[in-house]
């Protein structure tokens, strides 16, 4: 099995199921062996559950010669479901690059894959689990604006917006804001982002999140998550939602589904993460945006290294 020479002390960012790339996912299979191999062990654990679920099986269609595109898989409802098994493939072909992580970091829904990665749900469960929760934060209502702009000027927007119930979702850094709106109020919210001459675009996703209104949501998720058994485990797992880490001493269901009313904000997470003294943080997105965000928030001192493998040619995996 190939593997890195040097180990290194690393940090893995799994994202959310917003900036998903089919595109990405197949180039980078074509060519990684490693990544190949990692991607069929998860699939081979996890397209039983599809099956069970009354879903298709990822693993021949995402690696076979017309493979579905984001939008056919978010049609479906099975594109948490592609998010988690990509995540847990890459999170493996990078810790036999450079070894176990020393923390692991989850975005939204990407908490899952970064607690199944961390051993506290076995694989089965962690796609159990997506297939669980999934359902539910699509059914929350509004929308998702995207602000090219810094979180004070997007309360500047809101205020100017007048919609009195849309609420800052995601920071992911100062100059990346997402906001959570009623359906109602997107347009007033882009009136007045063009006001201030900020670019405003509906996420690609269809529903609201992190968003305090969202309480009835949460509690749906919590009884849908609670069944599952975890185990402790001695890796770090932090949720950007509030910049938490996860305490296994703890219910852990509540800590999850609390994440859908809790404000996400990367750079206070990534602030946390460095007292682990990584000296290479790893993007497990197939856009490479969390690496966007995480470069414009570290500190430029080169102490550590900010990579998006899937974004990367040349990335040696």
């Not at 205020?159 to 995601?170: D, F, I, M, N, Q």
């Not at 509906?202 to 185990?231: M, T």
């Not at 770090?236 to 609390?258: K, M, N, T, W």
Request: charged letters at 20%; a neutral charge.
């Amino acid at each position: 099995m190939k593997r890195h020479q040097r180990q290194h002390l690393s940090v893995h960012l799994f994202p959310g199921q917003g900036t998903f790339s089919v595109a990405s996912l197949t180039g980078a299979l074509s060519r990684s062996r490693l990544l190949r191999d990692a991607f069929d062990e998860v699939v081979g654990q996890t397209d039983p559950i599809a099956i069970a679920h009354g879903q298709e099986p990822l693993g021949d269609e995402l690696t076979g010669p017309t493979p579905p595109s984001t939008t056919d898989l978010a049609h479906a409802g099975r594109l948490e479901l592609a998010m988690f098994v990509t995540a847990m493939a890459a999170h493996r072909a990078l810790s036999r690059m450079y070894g176990p992580p020393t923390a692991l970091v989850g975005v939204s829904l990407g908490d899952l894959p970064a607690l199944a990665a961390a051993g506290a749900y076995t694989v089965p469960d962690g796609a159990r689990l997506i297939l669980a929760a999934a359902p539910i934060q699509r059914a929350c209502p509004g929308r998702m604006v995207h602000l090219a702009c810094s979180a004070r000027m997007a309360d500047q927007i809101l205020e100017r917006s007048g919609v009195w119930k849309a609420a800052p979702a995601l920071v992911n850094d100062d100059r990346s804001v997402v906001i959570t709106t009623p359906r109602s109020g997107v347009h007033a919210i882009q009136t007045a982002a063009a006001v201030e001459n900020v670019p405003a675009a509906l996420v690609p996703v269809p529903f609201g999140s992190h968003h305090p209104e969202l309480g009835k949501y949460a509690e749906e998720g919590y009884r849908a998550i609670r069944p599952f058994e975890h185990v402790p485990t001695d890796i770090p797992v932090y949720s950007a939602a509030g910049a938490r880490r996860y305490c296994f001493r703890g219910d852990i269901a509540r800590q999850i589904s609390d994440n859908l009313v809790t404000r996400v904000d990367l750079p206070a997470v990534l602030a946390r993460c460095m007292q682990h003294r990584p000296d290479i943080v790893l993007d497990l997105d197939t856009s490479g945006s969390l690496a966007t965000s995480a470069r414009a928030v570290l500190p430029d001192d080169r102490s550590n290294t900010v990579r998006a493998p899937f974004q990367e040619e040349r990335f040696p995996w």
